[in-house]
C-alpha cells in the first residue's frame, strides 16, 4: 500500500515547490519547516524568476544544500536514483 489513499498518509520521497511570484518566503520559508519537520528526504525549490532549481536534503534532521544550478548546469537527485536534470531544459 503506498502513501495516497483517500487521503496523504506517510511521508513522500520528494516534495518539489515552484516558487510563486511574491510567494518566495511563504512558498520556502513556511513550507521548508513543515517538510523538515516530517523529515521529507529532499526537498526541490524551483525559482522559475532566477531559472534555479535548488535541492535540499535531511541530514542531522535538518536540509542542507545537495544540488543547485542557476540559469545552467544540472542538478542530481540524491532519492530518485538517476534523475539528473539540466535547468536549460526546465526553462530553455
Known amino acids: 500500500m503506498g502513501i495516497f489513499q483517500d487521503w496523504i498518509c506517510g511521508v513522500p520521497d520528494m ?5 510563486s511570484p511574491g510567494r518566495y518566503e511563504k512558498d520556502t ?27 535540499l536534503t535531511i541530514e542531522n534532521d535538518r536540509y542542507r544544500k545537495y544540488s543547485i544550478a542557476e540559469l545552467e548546469g544540472v ?18
Open 15 to 19: 516534495v518539489c515547490e515552484i516558487v
Open 75 to 92: 542538478v542530481t537527485s540524491k532519492v530518485i536514483e538517476g534523475l539528473i536534470i539540466d535547468v536549460k531544459d526546465i526553462f530553455g
Open 29 to 55: 520559508e513556511v513550507k521548508r519547516a513543515i517538510y523538515e519537520k516530517y523529515k521529507v528526504p529532499e526537498y526541490w525549490v524551483v525559482i522559475p524568476e532566477l531559472q534555479m532549481v535548488e535541492i
